[in-house]
């Protein structure tokens, strides 16, 4: 699951085993999860069959639940800014973009050369931040 989240298999080894993960389920089957470590929603993925039918949406609010019962002040995310997709799915859930890094993505940083999200290079970096006490 967490390599639907990220295309580095080097990135996904440095936080693994770090915050905690929320799990959504449907009996024994695994719906999506997110990765909560420190006040970063790190890591968020949802199972293909299962997508646009609101398991996201209901890890994002968890997670901010989780967050705020925890006494943070807010609830970052970063994402690619090729992925309109995702930053149209933040945005939408009340997350506002804070900063851009670039050349975020790529081989120094465990990332293939020339990889895509819908015909856009995945370069750059933007980071989103919840309010948690608004």
Avoid: W
Wanted: with cysteine; glycine share 10%; aromatic share 6%.
């Amino acid at each position: 699951m967490l390599a639907l989240a990220d295309d580095s298999s080097e990135q996904i080894a440095a936080y693994i085993g770090l915050g905690r993960i929320l799990v959504a389920r449907e009996g024994d089957a695994i719906l999506g999860h997110a990765q909560i470590v420190d006040t970063e929603l790190k890591s968020l993925a949802v199972a293909e069959d299962r997508r646009r039918s609101g398991v996201g949406r209901a890890l994002v609010e968890a997670a901010i639940a989780r967050a705020r019962a925890d006494g943070a002040a807010c609830l970052t995310v970063s994402t690619a800014t090729a992925d309109i997709g995702n930053l149209r799915f933040y945005q939408r859930l009340g997350f506002r973009m804070t900063r851009i890094v670039r050349d975020a993505f790529g081989p120094r940083t465990g990332y293939p050369e020339g990889l895509t999200i819908d015909g856009i290079l995945l370069r750059d970096q933007v980071f989103l931040e919840f309010d948690l006490k608004a």
